[in-house]
């Protein structure tokens, strides 16, 4: 009988297999900007939080300032983010995304919903309704874990 570990390997396997998946559009920009998984994660809370001092940035993204500083120079040096002087206290600095960082994300969200869309129309549509029940109990068994474990 295969057993949950088991399963786990051939799930994060497939996984794997669509990441090896040639990128396109947003991706591909991402990758030749060198954009690392934290530069994107910045850019997501921007998006729904434009004008984010640093320190609420840092907190957000459980890093330091001075890391957050780096990351955020990298974004601002690609021209997807801007900075703010805070109108009320000149010695903050306010974050959003330049208007060339919210196209990019909306490509991004784009691309993934049609990556999706793509893996998905391989499954007759009982099937895709049955696999999104199967991830949901999934998901919300491992919310439960994660919840339990932090309140003991």
Do not use: C, W
């Not at 601002?76 to 196209?103: I, K, Y």
């Amino acid at each position: 009988m295969t057993t949950s570990r088991e399963y786990a390997q051939q799930f994060i396997q497939l996984i794997d297999r669509t990441k090896r998946m040639p990128m396109d559009g947003a991706y591909a920009k991402i990758h030749d900007l060198g954009l690392s998984h934290s530069h994107l994660r910045a850019m997501f809370i921007l998006e729904n939080q434009p004008g984010l001092p640093m320190k609420d940035l840092a907190e957000a993204l459980a890093m330091t300032p001075p890391s957050v500083t780096v990351l955020t120079r990298k974004l601002e040096a690609s021209g997807l983010l801007e900075r703010l002087q805070d109108q009320v206290d000149s010695r903050r600095v306010l974050l959003r995304l330049s208007t060339d960082g919210a196209r990019m994300l909306a490509e991004m969200h784009n691309a993934h919903l049609d990556r999706f869309t793509q893996l998905l129309s391989g499954l007759s549509p009982s099937d895709q309704a049955q696999f999104l029940v199967l991830m949901n109990r999934a998901v919300e068994a491992l919310e439960r874990m994660y919840r339990e474990e932090s309140e003991a």
